[in-house]
């Protein structure tokens, strides 16, 4: 089993920036290194949205168009940590973004394609 906790989190203003970690733990944590991972977001009263994926070498990435330009997802597969960092952030970037691990090595924007999901962390954009 995979634990993934998320953090980093907050109150922002509008065109500030957020840093978000993930960090994979349990019994089989070695196979997060293994991986692609993504970053999901919910905002209040929607459903669940990719926001960005990477693969299990960090040589592909993939982005919603609603974020492309403004984050970056990396992953350090020695720390079992992936990253999201938000820059130029809109009062539409309000959700709870969701940290999650993939069924396979590959990029994957489908929600369906991944198995592991952390709790969530919240973060709000004030305009």
């Known amino acids: 089993q995979v634990q993934l906790v998320e953090s980093g989190g907050g109150l922002v203003q509008a065109g500030g920036s957020l840093r978000l970690s993930c960090a994979a733990s349990?019994?089989?944590?070695?196979?997060?290194?293994?991986?692609?991972m993504g970053w999901f977001r919910q905002p209040p009263g929607k459903e669940r949205e990719f926001v960005a994926a990477?693969?299990?070498?960090?040589?592909?990435?993939s982005y919603a168009d609603s974020v492309k330009g403004r984050f970056t997802i990396s992953r350090d597969n020695a720390k079992n940590t992936v990253y999201l960092q938000m820059n130029s952030l809109k009062a539409e970037d309000t959700a709870v973004y969701y940290c999650?691990?993939?069924?396979?090595?590959?990029?994957?924007?489908?929600?369906?394609?991944?198995?592991?999901w952390g709790q969530g962390t919240q973060v709000t954009v004030s305009s």
């Open positions: 999650a691990a993939s069924r396979g090595q590959f990029v994957a924007t489908r929600a369906r394609d991944y198995a592991y």
């Open positions: 349990g019994r089989t944590v070695s196979t997060v290194s293994s991986v692609a």
């Open positions: 990477i693969s299990k070498s960090g040589g592909s990435k």
